[in-house]
C-alpha cells in the first residue's frame, strides 16, 4: 500500500542549531503537505509545495519538493524554543481524494 | 482556532462499551476527515465525508463507522471497545474533498478505554 515515511523519527537539537526532517513517499505525489503538532494540541497546516523541484520558504523554514515528486523536506534554521513539536508530511492517495500522513518527526529544542 | 469543533474533548469508558464522536466542520466546509493518533502511531486516516457521502475509506475497522448529515455534521461511532482504541481522534474538514485542499483540524477526542 501507499506509504509515507518520515526520518528521524525523534531529533534534539540545542537551541539555535538547524534541524532536517525527510518524508519519502512510495509513490509519486501529485503535491505535499506540512503541518505542525505542538505537544497537547492538534496538526496546523503549514505549507504546500505542488511542482517538481519547489522551494519556498517561511521565515526561517525553508521546504523543498524533489524533482522526483516522491520525496520532500522541511529545514529550520537557528531552532527556537518554539520550533518543538511533530512536523508531519502529507501525501494525496493514489485513489480517493484525502491524504496519507507520514509518521512525523518528534523535534525537540534544548534551551 | 481552526474553526472545527469537536465533542466530547475527553472520555473515558470501559471495554467493551460504544461511544460517538461528534465533529462540526468550519462553515462552508464540505468535506469532513476523520483521523486516529495513537502515542506509538502517527495519524491514521480513518474515513472521509464528502457533502453527506462517503468518499475514502482508510484504515477503519469493522467496529467502527461514521456518517456525515445533511447538516454537514459529522459523527464517530465506536462499539465493542477494546483497550487498544484508547487514542486521540481528530476530526478534519476542508472546502472541497481534493487532495490539494488544506485541512483543518479540530483539538481532536481523548479517548481512554478501561
Known sequence: GQQVMQIPQYQHVQEGEDFTTYCNSSTTLSNIQWYKQRPGGHPVFLIQLVKSGEVKKQKRLTFQFGEAKKNSSLHITAT?????GTYFCAGPANTGNQFYFGTGTSLTVIP | DSGVTQTPKHLITATGQRVTLRCSPRSGDLSVYWYQQSLDQGLQFLIQYYNGEERAKGNILERFSAQQFPDLHSELNLSSL??????????????????GNTIYFGEGSW???V
Not at chain 2, 477494546?82 to 487532495?99: H, I, N, W
Open chain 2, 82 to 99: 477494546e483497550l487498544g482504541d484508547s487514542a486521540l481522534y481528530f476530526c478534519a474538514s476542508s472546502v472541497r474533498g481534493q487532495a
Open chain 2, 111 to 113: 479517548l481512554t478505554v
Open chain 1, 80 to 84: 527556537q524554543t518554539t520550533d518543538v
